[in-house]
């Protein structure tokens, strides 16, 4: 299947400062990808929609202004977590899709302290 | 459908026991099902999908069943190995005309004893 890269796994930062995640498809374009959140024994909830070349589209009760989407090329989508606070402490997961079918990054694990 | 906070629900099974792993779907419309595995620590990874005009289709040691009357879904691992220890989730496709937004569903944990 289709190869989708996700980086940083981990990481771990300070309350009111940003993170930026990176989801890459490595071997297709993908004009849109998925970003999903994932809390400990809980299913993926989507969070938004990562459009190449427009903006986002995000999900009822998702921050738009917290939660920045950009997708600048057809092999890269970023999610910045702005003045994160710990409750955004979660497993942030992407997705690409190809032919239907969606593959996923291998996910990140924020902490926020 | 969508996740609403609950724990997992667990099916354990004996290693070599084959295991079947129920989903209930909401939505009539959908006309896509996929089923994943996920591993502690990493992102979902996909086993077996099925279209609606279909009710079965058969992998490598899987089987998924769909039943679009009750609006249910079955994935069926044969010969049950430790490696299949993970949380498998159904996910719905709604969106028509094409596009990949899926909905989740509560996912199960399934722990193979030895």
């Known amino acids: 299947g289709a190869v989708v890269s996700q980086h940083p796994s981990w990481v771990i930062c300070k309350s009111g400062t940003s993170v930026k995640i990176e989801c890459r498809s490595l071997?297709?374009?993908?004009?849109?990808m998925f970003w999903y959140r994932q809390f400990p024994k809980q299913s993926l909830m989507l969070m938004a929609t990562?459009?190449?070349?427009?903006?986002?589209?995000?999900e009822q009760g998702v921050e738009k202004d917290k939660f920045l989407i950009n997708h600048a090329s057809l092999t890269l989508s970023t999610l910045t977590v702005t003045s994160a606070h710990p409750e955004d402490s979660s497993f942030y997961i992407c997705?690409?899709?190809?032919?239907?079918?969606?593959?996923f990054g291998s996910g990140t694990q924020l902490s926020v302290l | 459908g969508e996740s609403v906070g609950l724990h997992l629900p667990t099916l354990s099974v004996q290693e070599g026991d084959n295991s079947i792993i129920n989903c209930a779907y909401s939505?009539?419309?959908?006309?896509?099902f996929i089923w994943y595995k996920q591993e502690s620590g990493k992102g979902p990874q996909f086993i077996i999908d099925i279209r609606s005009n279909m009710d079965k289709r058969q992998g490598q040691r899987v089987t998924v069943l769909l039943n679009k009357t009750v609006k249910h879904l079955s994935l069926q691992i044969a010969a049950t190995q430790p490696g299949d220890s993970a949380v498998y989730f159904c996910?719905?496709?709604?969106?028509?005309?094409?596009?990949?937004?899926?909905?989740f569903g509560t996912g199960t944990q399934l722990k193979v004893e030895l």
């Open positions: 990562s459009n190449e070349g427009s903006k986002a589209t995000y």
């Open positions: 996910a719905e496709n709604r969106s028509r005309g094409g596009g990949n937004k899926l909905t």
């Open positions: 071997d297709f374009q993908a004009t849109t």
């Open positions: 939505n009539s419309a959908s006309d896509y």
């Open positions: 997705s690409a899709g190809q032919n239907e079918k969606l593959f």
